[in-house]
């Protein structure tokens, strides 16, 4: 089992920066430095979309074409945290922004390709 707690997730107004992080549980199972891992986000009545996604040594990177050049997926294995730097926020990212860790090294853009999930973090960009 690998848990997943994303923080960093608050109000900004649009334009600004805001960098998501999400903690891997120690004792993953998986261990977390050899899977893929990923950001998605959901608003209210949508299904979950991918938003970006890194392989175990980052030499593999994937985006959806809307945040590309925006926003910058990165982890530190040494300490399980998968990060998401978000530069230039516009109102249309407003979302619940989810974790995901996969069971292999495979990066996707299919929610379907992801096992585990953290609770999310809330974003919201105003103008």
């Known amino acids: 089992q690998v848990q997943l707690a994303e923080s960093g997730g608050r109000s900004v107004q649009a334009g600004s920066s805001l960098r998501l992080s999400c903690k891997a549980s120690?004792?993953?199972?998986?261990?977390?430095?050899?899977?893929?891992m990923a950001w998605f986000r959901q608003t209210p009545g949508k299904e979950r979309e991918f938003v970006a996604a890194?392989?175990?040594?980052?030499?593999?990177?994937d985006y959806l074409d809307d945040v590309r050049g925006r926003f910058t997926i990165s982890r530190n294995n040494d300490f399980n945290l998968l990060f998401l730097q978000m530069n230039g926020l516009k109102s249309e990212d407003t979302a619940l922004y989810y974790c995901?860790?996969?069971?292999?090294?495979?990066?996707?853009?299919?929610?379907?390709?992801?096992?585990?999930w953290g609770h999310g973090t809330q974003v919201t960009v105003f103008s």
């Open positions: 995901a860790a996969a069971k292999d090294n495979q990066v996707r853009a299919s929610a379907s390709g992801y096992s585990y």
């Open positions: 120690e004792a993953s199972d998986p261990p977390v430095r050899r899977i893929a």
């Open positions: 890194i392989s175990r040594l980052s030499r593999t990177e």
